[in-house]
């Protein structure tokens, strides 16, 4: 069965700086997408990015990138020149090729101080 | 946009209450998904449904059943809730295009109490 591992509970962030959020999945699929997931107090999934597995180039949204290592089965978020509005929870999450299921990590909490 | 609507976003309940949680998506939808939401546990998928009138299990169905009579609403029900239940339940819906890894669109959760 696939599992999603987030093995940070919580992290921290100064205004401005960047951090990374880790997370490692584990499936015997080839094609398969990854998602990060921030959810804010509001409680409102929103999505942040989405991986391909089979795009080797690693996705992009303006200050989100992921560093995306398919054979180490690595999905790492980072966050640059984080904001006060990026503090949240956020939650790695796996969906194999041909269903909508998604599987989802156990979530990183991440704070951001001025 | 898409938009998922919880019916409430808070819920006070017995134990041994039947409860309905409920779920509308206004965007014409073929999957729709309902998630337990626990500290520590992340998201884990309880039911699931394709299509009107059917339903898959998730990973925690117990204790726990759906209805999809209209393709709009996903219905969870807690047939006799029990304070293990106390959680938050996120419903999600997709558009269903297989292979297309499509983003699920979220409501806003339901935080459920059992007394």
């Known amino acids: 069965a696939q599992t999603v591992t987030q093995s940070q509970p919580e992290m921290s962030v100064q205004e401005a700086e960047t951090v990374t959020l880790s997370c490692t999945y584990d499936?015997?699929?080839?094609?398969?997408?990854l998602f990060w997931y921030k959810q804010p107090p509001s409680r409102q999934m929103i999505l942040v990015i989405r991986?391909?597995?089979?795009?080797?180039q690693n996705a992009t949204e303006n200050r989100f990138s992921v560093n995306f290592q398919k054979a180490a089965k690595s999905f790492s978020l980072k966050i640059s020149d984080s904001q006060l509005g990026d503090a949240a929870m956020y939650f790695c999450a796996y969906r194999t090729y041909n269903t909508d299921k998604l599987i989802f990590g156990t979530g990183t909490r991440l704070q951001v101080f001025p | 946009d898409v938009k998922v609507t919880q019916s409430s976003r808070y819920l006070v309940k017995r134990t041994g209450e039947k409860v309905f949680l409920e779920c509308v998506q206004d965007?014409?939808?073929?999957?729709m998904f309902w998630y337990r939401q626990d500290p520590g546990l992340g998201l884990r998928l309880i039911y699931f449904?394709?299509?009107?009138?059917?339903?898959e299990k998730g990973d925690i169905p117990e204790g726990y059943s759906v209805s999809r009579e209209k393709k709009e609403r996903f219905s969870l029900i807690l047939e006799s809730a029990s304070t293990n239940q106390t959680s938050m339940y996120l419903c999600a819906s997709s558009l269903g295009v297989f292979g297309t890894g499509e983003k699920l669109f979220f409501g806003s959760g339901t935080q459920l109490s059992v007394l």
């Open positions: 965007m014409d939808h073929e999957n």
């Open positions: 449904s394709y299509d009107v009138k059917m339903k």
């Open positions: 991986q391909e597995a089979y795009k080797q």
């Open positions: 499936t015997s699929e080839s094609d398969y997408y």
